[in-house]
T-cell receptor, first 110, second 114 residues
């Protein structure tokens, strides 16, 4: 079993739709959680950290469920510019414990 | 604005060649990382360094070595390139070895070994 698993997609949604991605992780000792965004042929960039209580940044909401060991990302009112691959990142205690999911590809269509 | 630069965007090398990939960051970050990214596998950590001349193996160090002689520069070396090392190589840096901070990535080097 992979340490961090994501549905690879692709998710094809119309503009304005709400879309949600889940990511499961296997290490129950994981301490910190992130969503990164990677545009085609570009480097990953931090989208948002995921806090225990859940957090929101504009149209984006991230949730953590420790009991079931998954994190989620919800995008409301999708824009064309949201088209990208979303990487789930889970970390243990140390910087070299970061584990990346393979990514979920989202395409938002007009 | 943090900037991480990598020496080449595209590189084609022959099997058995020694390959050097260079990475430079301009934000005085302590940590630097080398990953490779392959379809369906995500990013996998090759090596990381938390200080000058310090290095730690990641998940897939075999066939690679690294060098960090200056804080801003972290080099990845493929001692004898093989076709299974064809991949996208991403360098990253982050602020502190003590806490887990956001990682800033370079634009990547797409290496093809023929």
């Amino acid at each position: 079993r992979k340490e961090v698993e994501q549905d690879p997609g692709p998710f094809n949604v119309p503009e304005g739709a709400t879309v949600a991605f889940n990511c499961t992780y296997s290490n129950s000792a994981s301490q910190s959680f992130f969503w990164y965004r990677q545009d085609c042929r570009k480097e990953p960039k931090l989208l948002m950290s995921v806090y225990s209580s859940g957090n929101e940044d504009g149209r984006f909401t991230a949730q953590l469920n420790r009991a079931s060991q998954y994190i989620s990302l919800l995008i409301r009112d999708s824009k064309l510019s949201d088209s990208a691959t979303y990487l789930c990142v889970v970390n243990g205690y140390n910087n070299n414990d970061m584990r990346f999911g393979a990514g979920t590809r989202l395409t938002v269509k007009p | 604005d943090v900037k991480v630069t990598q020496s080449s965007r595209y590189l084609v090398k022959r099997t058995g060649e020694k390959v050097f990939l260079e990475c430079v960051q301009d934000m005085d970050h302590e940590n630097m990382f080398w990953y490779r990214q392959d379809p369906g596998l995500g990013l996998r950590l090759i090596y990381f360094s938390y200080d000058v001349k310090m290095k730690e193996k990641g998940d897939i160090p075999e066939g690679y070595s690294v060098s960090r002689e200056k804080k801003e520069r972290f080099s990845l070396i493929l001692e004898s390139a093989s076709t299974n090392q064809t991949s996208m190589y991403l360098c990253a840096s982050s602020l502190s070895p003590k806490w887990v901070y956001e990682q800033y990535f370079g634009p990547g080097t797409r290496l093809t070994v023929t």
